[in-house]
């Protein structure tokens, strides 16, 4: 898997970077993106292609490996878990969005944005995403 694909940071975010990278794997997991058995980019790896320090990406991995998303192979990549075999039910998934759903709900009521602007915002940046 290319490095520099795997996951995206946005450095200008109040999440830190390792908590934005364990949520887009879990997405990705979720969505049947990343499957059992999916090596993932070694930590040297990501951390470069990310410009970050590797203990960043080696504490996501060990937080997803504690969660059991993650498997560390002793002297290869580490692999999606095996439980991992298909894409999660939509309406799991669409659990996942709830909470970047509500804040920017919350950041809508504190902007005073009709709630149809919002939702017109939303519609439009979900037809520009990849």
Known sequence: MDPSHFVQINTGSPEPIYRQLIEQV??????????AG??????????????????????????????????RRRGLSMVVAAQHQRAQPAAD???????????AA????????????????????LEEAP
């Open 26 to 35: 879990r997405r990705r997991v979720a969505a049947g993106q990343l499957r």
């Open 38 to 71: 999916d090596e993932i980019p070694s930590v040297r790896e990501l951390a470069q292609a990310l410009a970050v320090h590797p203990m960043t990406i080696s504490k996501a991995y060990s937080m997803l490996e504690m969660e059991g998303l993650l498997e």
């Open 106 to 125: 919350a950041e809508a009521h504190q902007l005073g944005l009709p709630k149809a602007q919002a939702l017109q915002l939303f519609k439009t940046i």
């Open 93 to 103: 998934r669409a659990e996942l969005l709830r909470p970047t759903l509500e804040k």
